[in-house]
């Protein structure tokens, strides 16, 4: 699988793991740990975690998963905008820090811009990184002219981005790539069947000999700069993903692709679960 710039010269496989909605189900907590681990020995190193999803329960889950693996992990952790002064965002770090069972993250983003001024944001994340507890922090769901106001040092913005939901391509994602900023592509399967039972996608997944699935998260990581985090809850989709980062479409399956999902032609709202 191709790796991509992350941040201070650390540089990570396009596609990591998404964790929203795991550690929910005690009843599925054995498979999902042993998702998230299958998927770490497989390459999938980038975690994304928030402190809102499960109230935590998901940053639970995680810190099982990477006990003894902390090192070959590369941490994403998101605070809620109402947790998000300068004094908060530590304390919200600090719980989050303590549920993951670590002493540092290495991405901390702000989970959607709210009430509090970015700078007081920034630099409650400031200080958490001269304490050593972040080693980079970045912004979720920004907009394009919202991303040009962040101060310097803004590592990520992770916003929606799937075949269904192409908006971006207009204006964001060249910018960022023009930037060297890199973008964290979330729900990249459009959140499951609707999108991935796609006649289209099936019909490109019997050329490849891949599932409709694995076109899905090859077409969001074919743009450079761009890391996907889909979440799997088990072992099986977790290697498909892994696979999917082999699949090279070609300029047949990309036209056939425009012409079903189409790019888009002028600004559009930003898209945000
Ligand atoms: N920053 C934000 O505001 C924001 C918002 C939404 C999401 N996120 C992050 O992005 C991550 C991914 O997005 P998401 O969870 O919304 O949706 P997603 O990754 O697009 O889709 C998840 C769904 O796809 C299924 N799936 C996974 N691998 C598959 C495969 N190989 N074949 C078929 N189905 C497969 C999963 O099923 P199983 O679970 O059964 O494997 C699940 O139903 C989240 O988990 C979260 O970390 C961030």
């Given at each position: 699988?191709?790796?991509?710039?992350?941040?201070?010269g650390?540089?990570?496989?396009?596609?990591?793991?998404?964790?929203?909605?795991?550690?929910e189900?005690?009843?599925?907590?054995?498979?999902?740990?042993?998702?998230?681990?299958a998927?770490?020995?497989?390459?999938?190193?980038?975690?994304?975690?928030?402190?809102?999803?499960?109230?935590?329960?998901?940053?639970?889950?995680?810190?099982?998963?990477?006990?003894?693996?902390?090192?070959?992990?590369?941490?994403v952790?998101?605070?809620?905008p109402?947790n998000?002064?300068?004094s908060?965002?530590?304390a919200a770090c600090?719980?989050?820090?303590?549920?993951?069972?670590?002493?540092?993250?290495?991405?901390?983003l702000?989970?959607?811009?709210?009430?509090?001024?970015?700078?007081?944001?920034v630099?409650?994340f400031?200080?958490l990184?001269a304490?050593?507890?972040?080693?980079?922090?970045g912004?979720?769901?920004?907009?394009?002219?919202?991303l040009?106001?962040?101060?310097?040092?803004?590592?990520?913005?992770q916003v929606?981005?799937n075949?269904?939901?192409r908006?971006?391509?207009?204006?964001?994602?060249p910018?960022?790539?023009?930037?060297?900023?890199?973008l964290m592509?979330?729900?990249?399967?459009?959140?499951?069947?609707?999108?991935?039972?796609?006649?289209?996608?099936?019909?490109?997944?019997?050329?490849?000999?891949?599932?409709?699935?694995?076109?899905?998260?090859?077409?969001?990581?074919r743009?450079?700069g761009?890391?996907?985090?889909?979440?799997?809850?088990?072992?099986?989709?977790?290697?498909?993903?892994?696979?999917?980062?082999?699949?090279?479409l070609?300029?047949?399956?990309l036209?056939s692709?425009?012409?079903?999902?189409?790019?888009?032609?002028?600004?559009?709202?930003?898209?945000?679960?």
């Open positions: 699988m191709r790796d991509t710039d992350f941040f201070d650390i540089r990570v496989p396009v596609i990591g793991q998404g964790t929203w909605y795991l550690g189900d005690a009843t599925k907590r054995v498979t999902e740990v042993a998702a998230l681990r998927g770490i020995d497989a390459g999938l190193t980038v975690i994304d975690t928030a402190e809102m999803y499960g109230d935590g329960a998901s940053e639970e889950l995680v810190g099982e998963a990477i006990r003894g693996h902390r090192d070959e992990v590369v941490l952790s998101k605070v809620y109402h998000a002064s300068r908060g965002v530590v600090e719980r989050s820090l303590r549920r993951l069972g670590t002493d540092r993250l290495d991405v901390y702000l989970h959607w811009s709210g009430s509090f001024p970015l700078l007081e944001t630099d409650g400031e200080r990184r304490a050593g507890k972040i080693r980079s922090w912004v979720s769901n920004f907009d394009r002219d919202e040009k106001q962040a101060p310097h040092g803004c590592a990520t913005n929606l981005y075949l269904g939901s908006g971006i391509e207009f204006d964001l994602l910018w960022q790539q023009r930037m060297g900023m890199p592509a979330y729900s990249p399967l459009g959140q499951g069947p609707s999108l991935l039972e796609h006649p289209l996608l099936t019909e490109i997944g019997e050329r490849h000999g891949v599932t409709g699935a694995q076109i899905a998260l090859a077409w969001v990581i743009q450079p761009v890391i996907a985090i889909p979440k799997a809850s088990s072992i099986e989709h977790v290697h498909q993903n892994v696979g999917a980062g082999a699949v090279v070609d300029a047949e399956d036209a692709l425009d012409n079903a999902f189409p790019a888009p032609r002028s600004k559009q709202p930003l898209d945000i679960l």
